[in-house]
């Protein structure tokens, strides 16, 4: 298994450029997730999705927009870059929620994203 | 608003040497989570705690849930250069939500 696969690596935007992140696990997990990464910050949830067709916004959603056709894609979209988005993006999935026995979550390598 | 204090920020120690950081939250939480980030890359679960009280080892990790559910503890015995990463604490938070402290970062001198 490949886990959780992350494109691009990195990415420099132009202010109101917009982008996809990719994200794609083969692992079957119902449960994916968005997360951006500040420096020297913790991770904060931006969107999750607990199966196909079904996506909700976690803490910080504005800005950002995202789909779930499929189980294994969980693409993210950014519409209108802006400066203050310039974080490390990171897709996770899960086969269960976060307080479920198996529900820990499992990372990508994460997208470098620079907004100029 | 809920507050996730985890200390100490940053720790220098000598290779051999054991290690202990915390996290503290002004909030009650219900499961609480240790992972690891290694430069560049995502982090990786390392202990889940799922219970008040509950101490959970692995391998040479230890880490307890506070009684009061409103703290958690991570120990490392013998520390060996490749433990060097940041390590948070990840309380959840609602059903789908994990809540991350800023992170201990350590560095292992050898």
């Not at chain 1, 209108?80 to 026995?101: M, R």
């Not at chain 2, 503290?24 to 560049?40: A, E």
């Not at chain 2, 705690?49 to 391998?59: C, H, I, R, V």
Request: proline share 6%; glycine share 12%; charged share 15%.
């Amino acid at each position: 298994n490949a886990g959780v696969t992350q494109t691009p690596k990195f990415r420099i935007l132009k202010i109101g450029q917009s982008m996809t992140l990719q994200c794609t696990q083969d692992m079957n997990h119902n449960y994916m997730y968005w997360y951006r990464q500040d420096p020297g910050m913790g991770l904060k949830l931006i969107y999750y999705s607990v199966g196909a067709g079904i996506t909700d916004k976690g803490e910080v959603p504005n800005g950002y927009n995202v789909s779930r056709s499929t189980t294994e894609d969980f693409p993210l979209r950014l519409e209108l870059a802006a400066p203050s988005q310039t974080s490390v993006y990171f897709c996770a999935s899960s086969y269960q929620p976060p307080g479920g026995a198996r529900g820990g979550q499992f990372f990508g390598p994460g997208t470098r994203l620079t907004v100029l | 608003g809920q507050q996730l204090n985890q200390s100490p920020q940053s720790m220098f120690i000598q290779e051999g040497e054991d290690v202990s950081m915390n996290c503290t939250s002004s909030s009650i939480f219900n499961t609480w989570l240790w992972y690891k980030q290694d430069p560049g890359e995502g982090p990786v679960l390392l202990i889940a705690l799922y219970k008040a009280g509950e101490l959970t080892s692995n391998g040479r990790l230890t880490a307890q849930f506070g009684i009061t559910r409103k703290d958690s503890f991570l120990n490392i015995s013998a520390s060996i250069p490749s433990d060097v990463g940041i390590y948070f604490c990840a309380p959840r938070r609602g059903a789908n939500n994990l809540f991350f402290g800023t992170g201990t970062r350590l560095t292992v001198i050898p």
